[in-house]
């Protein structure tokens, strides 16, 4: 069973978000919470491999709780909430290292697809979200040109995580194994300086490898 804690503030919107995750027989929503502070302290008693966080909260927003979850349960997963709206949220959010984002409005198997991507590395952002936060993605004033230190088969993994694909999906499109896929992903990492898998993708974009 894959334990989710769901923070959304909203009553109707948690459990008709709670009704649709359950609809797949190895999810279950084991904690709900309020806001952020509820969702930390619940964090603190329990364990969760997934955390789902409205970005709009009362007493301590999304953002907020996300980083204290980040740098107290790092292995935990985290997707937000959001609306059109809070599209200038994103690339902060992304830096603290969500694995993505899904929308209040989105249905049963486009969340259900955005919670398996998250639990198995990739990095899940609505279609919708993702044509609004990319352009930004690409102002930003970083080298074009990748780490020439990177092999050809990382630069291949790296380009396979800019495009949001998990360990499995990467090992089949580049015949590898998903070990193999694991160890080099590692090696990115500590050749980059980077610290996880949602920074490889910013990475991936910036970079023009995706």
Request: with cysteine; charged share 25%; aromatic share 2%.
């Amino acid at each position: 069973m894959i334990r989710i804690l769901l923070a959304e503030d909203q009553v109707m919107v948690r459990q008709g978000l709670k009704l649709m995750i359950e609809t797949d027989e190895e999810l279950q929503v084991t904690g709900e919470a309020d806001n952020g502070k509820e969702a930390i302290s619940l964090c603190e008693k329990q364990a969760f491999d997934l955390v789902i966080l409205d970005i709009r909260m009362p007493v301590m927003d999304g953002i907020e709780a996300a980083k204290v979850i980040q740098s107290r349960w790092p292995k935990t997963k985290m997707l937000i909430l959001t609306t059109f709206d809070d599209n200038h949220y994103v690339l902060e959010m992304l830096k603290i290292g969500v694995s993505g984002y899904i929308l209040k409005n989105g249905d049963t198997d486009s969340l259900l697809r955005s919670i398996r991507s998250a639990l198995t590395g990739g990095l899940a952002i609505e279609e919708q979200v993702a044509a609004n936060v990319m352009p930004e993605l690409l102002k930003r004033g970083e080298p074009n040109e990748p780490d020439p230190s990177l092999t050809p088969r990382e630069r291949g993994i790296l380009t396979c995580i800019g495009e949001g694909l998990s360990n499995d999906e990467i090992a089949e499109r580049l015949a590898l194994s998903v070990g193999t896929v694991k160890n080099n992903t590692s090696q990115i990492l500590h050749k980059l300086e980077l610290r996880d898998r949602t920074q490889l993708a910013i990475y991936a974009i910036r970079h023009n490898l995706v």
